[in-house]
């Protein structure tokens, strides 16, 4: 089970309930792959509803990796995601959110 205060978010992925967290390294590693100026400008895409199918994948793959889990981009290309697409969104804007979140406001 996921626990909020400490920036983990809950999705079922292929029938697998897993954890994702963004943690440092994940979000080092997702600001590197989106090929973005900052990680603000991601949160800013998703603010004003402007990101792609690409930064949910990638926020969710960052997410896995940052739970723990080896997965890559390609690994979940094929994934079904128990939700669809608008679950992916939830749980990627979520696990943003939850990365900036000052401690106390989950």
């Known amino acids: 089970m996921a626990n909020p205060w400490t920036g983990e978010v809950e999705l079922t ?3 697998e309930r897993r954890v994702l967290k963004l943690t440092l390294g994940a979000l080092a590693e997702l600001e590197q792959e989106l090929d973005t ?3 603000v400008e991601l949160v800013q895409r998703f ?12 926020l969710i793959v960052a997410g896995l990796r940052g739970g723990g889990a080896d997965v890559t981009r390609a690994d979940l290309l094929h994934a079904e995601i128990n939700g669809g697409l608008m679950a992916g969104v ?5 696990l943003l959110a939850r990365a900036f979140m000052a401690p106390g406001q989950a």
């Open 13 to 15: 992925i292929d029938g």
């Open 37 to 39: 100026g900052s990680l």
């Open 47 to 58: 603010e004003g509803g402007a990101y792609s199918s690409g930064d949910v994948l990638a």
């Open 90 to 94: 939830r749980v990627a804007a979520e």
